[in-house]
């Protein structure tokens, strides 16, 4: 008899961590997967941050940290908001959490009554579905298209908005398109939101500096936007700190408040190594993580121009974060090898047991003719993962 919450049942697994556990279970077993599922640097954390680390354990930092974060952290957090995206903010509206998926937990739990519903335009990342209904909001799906760079206009938007809409969330450079937004298809949308002053924005900025046309925009430079958006970053992509899980927030006082008291209630404040070492890694000149944005650059070409080879695959161009989200539509209804694909997800499974390359279903992301594929990975591995995803599809 299954004791277990309804919350919990109702809950999906990430998608791109069931497939990393699948990719693992198949190795243990001796086969070679390729993995390009998970959106993890293959670099390793640079080296001054990591002698920060060390650093700070020898100067004994092993106590609970203050819940929102140390205050030299967020004063660094500050200066970069400044630096890299000119926003203005005080101590009291930033707040460090173990993550930015963290971050997001909490804003949800902070904002969001049961009914209220949160526009998500697709694809949007795997979990944002599920942080919203964890806190009894309603996620809205609102369908882009590879011929609009996986972008929402501000016509799409109109049309989504209902009384129930309390807030948007979406991320740029985008998990899983890549898709970057502009200034000013940014402020068409801010225009729209004009009309409804109720509503606030999530704006997810984690890949900001994986950014391959320069020029990242946030929504909270725009004065009128300033006071209803919540800017979440962390240190886990652009720096290669995936493990380290520090996350952060900059927002209106009021909300940055309440996401302080859910989190003193729940994990209290994040690691303090690496807290410190974060601050190290902000108070860098962005120039310092130059070298792994160049060979992201290189591979996004490398992987586009081998998919241009395979039938069937129809990619856009990334302008960032390290995913191509290609439509594979082309395959539905066909049999290779026996296996019929019905859905995205029966091709990103027949991939990994045909191909041995992991990848992440669109459906998992709000879009069901696509899959992502990351090109965090070396060149080498991803020229032998298109090299087996050409030969099983053919």
Not at 61 to 79: M, R
Request: proline share 4%; glycine share 6%.
């Amino acid at each position: 008899m299954n004791q277990l919450s309804d919350r919990i049942n109702k809950l999906a697994t990430s998608a791109t961590l069931a497939m990393a556990a699948k990719a693992r279970e198949l190795r243990a077993e001796g086969k070679d997967i390729i993995g390009l599922s998970l959106g993890e640097p293959d670099f390793n954390t640079p080296d001054f941050i990591k002698e920060a680390a060390i650093e700070a354990i020898n100067q004994n930092y092993n106590s609970y940290t203050p819940v929102d974060g140390y205050v030299e952290l967020k004063e660094a957090i500050i200066k970069k908001f400044k630096r890299d995206n000119n926003l203005s903010y005080t101590l009291p509206q930033i707040v460090v959490s173990t993550g930015a998926k963290q971050a997001l937990a909490n804003i949800a739990a902070v904002m969001l009554n049961p009914g209220d519903e949160v526009i998500l335009p697709c694809p949007y990342w795997v979990s944002y579905s599920d942080i919203v209904q964890l806190s009894d909001g309603v996620p809205v799906e609102v369908q882009t298209s590879i011929d609009n760079d996986f972008k929402m206009t501000a016509e799409q938007l109109e049309a989504a908005i209902t009384p129930k809409t309390k807030m948007i969330w979406y991320s740029s450079p985008c998990n899983p398109s890549g898709s970057v937004y502009s200034k000013a298809e940014l402020r068409a949308l801010a225009d729209v939101l004009q009309k409804h002053p109720n509503i606030y924005v999530v704006s997810d900025e984690i890949y900001e500096h994986i950014n391959f046309k320069g020029g990242h925009f946030s929504m909270a430079e725009f004065d009128d936007m300033y006071d209803r958006t919540i800017t979440v970053n962390g240190v886990s992509k652009a720096f290669a700190m995936t493990g380290w899980r520090i996350g952060y927030i900059g927002g209106p006082d009021w909300i940055a408040r309440a996401c302080n008291k859910m989190q003193g209630q729940i994990t209290s404040g994040a690691n303090c190594i690496a807290q410190r070492a974060t601050i190290t890694a902000l108070e860098a000149d962005p120039s310092s993580i130059k070298y792994m944005v160049d060979e992201f650059k290189e591979r996004r070409q490398l992987i586009l121009n081998l998919l241009s080879d395979i039938e069937g695959f129809k990619t856009n161009e990334p302008e960032g974060a390290f995913y191509v989200f290609p439509n594979i539509s082309y395959y539905f209804g066909k049999t290779i090898k026996g296996k019929t694909i019905n859905n995205a997800s029966d091709f990103s499974l027949f991939l990994l047991e045909e191909a041995l390359v992991a990848t992440v279903t669109g459906e998992a992301f709000g879009n069901k003719d696509c899959i992502r594929i990351s090109y965090a990975a070396s060149q080498d591995d991803i020229k032998e993962a298109i090299k087996r995803i050409k030969t099983a599809l053919s």
